[in-house]
């Protein structure tokens, strides 16, 4: 997960305010277990787009850290999202 993590870094220097590459990123740096790291990044991509799968990488790794209720939070914040695009 290093090295991929390296690169995403590099990409992330070129375009920022990608999405779905900062949830990758946060996606690597959780394998990696750099948790703060991985928040962070969650929390970048869904202040850039929110999405369904950002707000679930978010709850899953707030859940393994034993942050019960901020996990429900964004696990319903994810939901909504969902909802709402289908309505």
Do not use: C, F
Not at 64 to 77: F, P
Request: proline share 5%; hydrophobic share 40%.
């Amino acid at each position: 997960p290093q090295q991929a993590l390296m690169h995403t870094g590099q990409w992330l220097e070129k375009t920022p305010d990608n999405p779905v590459l900062l949830t990758a990123a946060a996606r690597l740096s959780t394998s990696a277990k750099l948790w703060g790291k991985a928040r962070s990044l969650l929390r970048e991509s869904i202040n850039v787009k929110p999405s369904a799968m950002a707000w679930q990488t978010l709850a899953d790794l707030e859940s393994h850290l034993g942050e019960q209720e901020a996990a429900k939070q964004s696990y319903a914040q994810g939901l909504k999202l969902l909802i709402d695009q289908r309505t």
